[in-house]
């Protein structure tokens, strides 16, 4: 009788999902796991912020809710998600060797996430790791993964011309096999109350701006369902690209990303649905343009096969050390950047909005980034690592990629992206509505220790 752990990550769902769907057919018993590194010390802590959580508690709030979600699906099928405290590298080996069983998980190509399963194997541990995370598998491009071309346009270019096109989307799983008889998970759920509890009233007074917190926004595969569903039943696709640069708003962007994120949402679901739309209701630029930020999505996951640890180097892919960065008063700065107190307005909005909310647009973390890099002089990798801290859409593949992009240490042949504060407050805030609004909701600074 063969025992299977399923270690869920960012994929947090029953439907596409390959892994699970591999594992669940080869197993006898099954148990599906979560776990909550606890650790307070990273294998990698220059890529982290000194002395600060790692993860904002608006951002825990989401996973808890996300989690929960996962547990109460389960649950319909007979099964429950049982959750580990501590290293995946201390804990699963455990729970392997007391079922000898097999790992299951999605594989993730980020420094952190590798150093896991690594650390899995070096104690004996069993693991099949399964690429699931792009909406168009690597085995399906039309060049081998180290022949990626270093220019996203050629990228594109090469697929169309190919006509390369993702699968269906997998079916949502109906069955899965038993727990073992005498798996204790009694307090499996305990543990969220521990390290993820549930926001305090100041703490949701704090974040009470967050759409997040909101009826309707939360986390789960359900909720990501119904927002898929109602974004391409209206007409917003079609208007897309004309909204996309906006500041402010629930309908300007597709806000498929928390979602995402979490993996409570597959990038082939959503490029399925899209494709439903253009046969059905109407195909023209803004559609194209969904699936075209959906492809630099892809692209930054194939970047990472391609490079791997490079990407996390303090020159990225650049031959030339960084000379942008102020090596003085490091942290001041810093301070002044994530508190929304340094001299621009429209940085100190988009500041306070992100620490507050939890989300920011995506022109503004290209505005704010490229104010840390170049008007700061800021490290990059301090940056980065704020935006893994706050976003409650943090993503590894496109938070790196993206930075990268911003400080011209990727793949951009046309170097950094520099822009002029001035004129993206004038173009995209004329009125200074978006500035008024966020600057006088300065309170709830933090420090680099709380």
């Not at 369902?225 to 696709?237: T, V």
């Not at 620490?355 to 704010?368: A, D, I, Y």
Request: proline share 5%; net charge neutral; aromatic share 12%.
């Amino acid at each position: 009788m063969k025992t299977i752990i399923y270690w869920f990550r960012n994929d947090l769902r029953l439907s596409d999902q390959l892994g699970l769907l591999a594992a669940t057919a080869q197993a006898d018993f099954f148990i599906p796991v979560f776990v909550l590194n606890t650790a307070k010390e990273s294998p990698f802590p220059a890529w982290h912020l000194p002395s600060k959580p790692r993860h904002s508690r608006l951002k825990e709030q989401y996973l808890r809710e996300s989690l929960q979600a996962l547990d109460k699906d389960l649950k319909t099928l007979g099964s429950k998600l049982q959750i580990l405290e501590g290293p995946p590298e201390t804990t699963l080996p455990k729970l392997s060797l007391s079922y000898q069983a097999e790992i299951f998980c999605e594989e993730i190509v980020a420094p952190e996430e590798e150093y896991e399963v690594a650390r899995l194997r070096q104690q004996g541990c069993q693991v099949t790791i399964i690429w699931q995370s792009s909406f168009i598998s690597p085995n399906e491009l039309p060049f081998e993964v180290h022949h990626l071309p270093d220019v996203f346009t050629q990228f594109r270019q090469q697929l169309e011309k190919n006509a390369v096109t993702p699968p269906a989307p997998l079916l949502r799983i109906t069955s899965i096999p038993p727990l073992p008889k005498n798996i204790d998970s009694a307090n499996r759920l305990s543990i969220l109350d521990k390290h993820l509890p549930a926001l305090s009233k100041v703490e949701a007074e704090n974040f009470s701006n967050s759409l997040y917190l909101q009826k309707g926004w939360q986390a789960g595969e359900h909720q990501a369902q119904q927002h898929l569903a109602s974004y391409f039943r209206g007409s917003l696709p079609s208007t897309y690209k004309e909204t996309r640069n906006q500041l402010a708003g629930n309908t300007f962007s597709t806000r498929f990303s928390p979602w995402l994120a979490n993996g409570n949402l597959s990038a082939r679901q959503i490029v399925a649905q899209l494709k439903c739309y253009e046969l059905h209701t109407a195909k023209n630029e803004s559609t194209y343009w969904i699936w075209f930020e959906l492809l630099w999505r892809d692209y930054f996951r194939f970047l990472h096969l391609k490079y791997k640890n490079n990407l996390y180097k303090n020159n990225g892919l650049s031959s030339l050390s960084n000379a942008k960065t102020e090596e003085n008063n490091q942290t001041e700065i810093f301070l002044q950047w994530i508190n929304g107190k340094t001299p621009h307005p429209l940085i100190n909005a988009a500041m306070n909005e992100l620490r507050l909310t939890g989300w920011l647009s995506n022109r503004l973390r290209q505005v704010v980034a490229s104010y840390w890099i170049y008007e700061l002089r800021g490290d990059w990798r301090l940056g980065a690592a704020w935006f893994e801290h706050c976003l409650v859409d943090f993503d590894i593949y496109s938070n790196q990629g993206n930075w990268l992009y911003i400080a011209g240490l990727g793949t951009d042949p046309r170097g950094g992206r520099r822009f002029d504060i001035d004129k993206q407050a004038n173009q995209y805030d004329k009125d200074g509505s978006y500035q008024q609004w966020w600057v006088n909701r300065s309170h709830h600074s933090v420090n680099l220790t709380g």
